[in-house]
């Protein structure tokens, strides 16, 4: 998207006017969710200000709670060496790192599960149970098992009826409006049940990467808890610091 220059008005310090005209492009729907911010070298010659105005209007911005912002550390799953970008759904993620995945629903029902509902600190002690395995379309191979947990709540109440949208877990919590704010992730290393074994097609006991993701809306409510079995072969946990 081209944007033209901005000349700051007096009064109002530059870095709240710059926070203040990126919060109307992204509540206005300009930016939207997952969108990148243009980079600090855009943003001082879009706004004619200098590098430290921009820095401290995108931590005006942030304070805001409308943007969250790396300073080139972190984490995050590949698969065969390319990024996978869960934020824009995994399976779309998968394709775009170059996977040809065929997947398949195990599971879409509503359970009850205290113990989890512990763990997440909530109340509600029914959950959306979505469980799905993937598989190369070409030769059948394993590549993964996601089971999702989504508390349930009046906009997720029929999914289990109606099934998910368009396929993707990722269309439906955008339909009903829920939205991925923040979360945390963890990676571990998990031998193979007997059960999930059978359904991968590999030795039980065999070493899958182990990720536990919780996602939360901007207020912090909880909206997906995942665990995922991932194919050594191709996936694995990449750290920048």
């Not at 033209?4 to 710059?18: D, T």
């Not at 098992?145 to 099934?163: A, F, H, K, N, T």
């Not at 945390?184 to 359904?199: F, K, P, Y």
Request: glycine share 10%; hydrophobic share 40%.
């Amino acid at each position: 998207m081209v944007r033209s220059a901005i000349a700051l008005a007096p009064g109002a310090g530059k870095p709240e006017q710059i926070a203040t005209a990126l919060e109307h492009e992204i509540r206005s729907g300009r930016l939207g969710f997952g969108d990148r911010l243009q980079s600090e070298n855009e943003l001082v010659q879009r706004f004619s200000v200098s590098r430290n105005t921009v820095r401290k209007g995108l931590e005006e911005l942030s304070s805001r709670g409308l943007i969250t912002t790396r300073v080139g550390r972190g984490s995050f799953v590949t698969f065969d060496g390319k990024k996978v970008d869960d934020g824009i759904g995994w399976s779309r993620a998968l394709a775009n790192a170059g996977a040809n995945a065929l997947t398949r629903t195990l599971r879409l029902e509503v359970v009850e599960d205290p113990e989890l509902a512990r763990t997440l600190k909530i109340d509600n002690t029914a959950f959306i149970a979505v469980d799905r395995v993937r598989s190369n379309a070409a030769d059948g191979h394993p590549i993964s098992i996601e089971r999702s947990r989504l508390p349930l709540s009046p906009e997720l109440e029929d999914v289990p009826l109606r099934g998910l949208r368009e396929g993707s877990l990722n269309e439906t919590l955008r339909s009903v409006g829920l939205t991925l704010d923040h979360g945390e992730e963890w990676a571990d290393i998990e031998m193979l049940s007997a059960e999930d074994a059978g359904i991968l097609g590999c030795e039980p006991g065999a070493a899958f990467l182990r990720t536990r993701r919780i996602t939360r809306a901007a207020d912090g409510r909880v909206i997906e808890y995942v665990t995922s079995l991932l194919n050594p072969a191709h996936f694995a946990l990449h750290l920048e610091f």
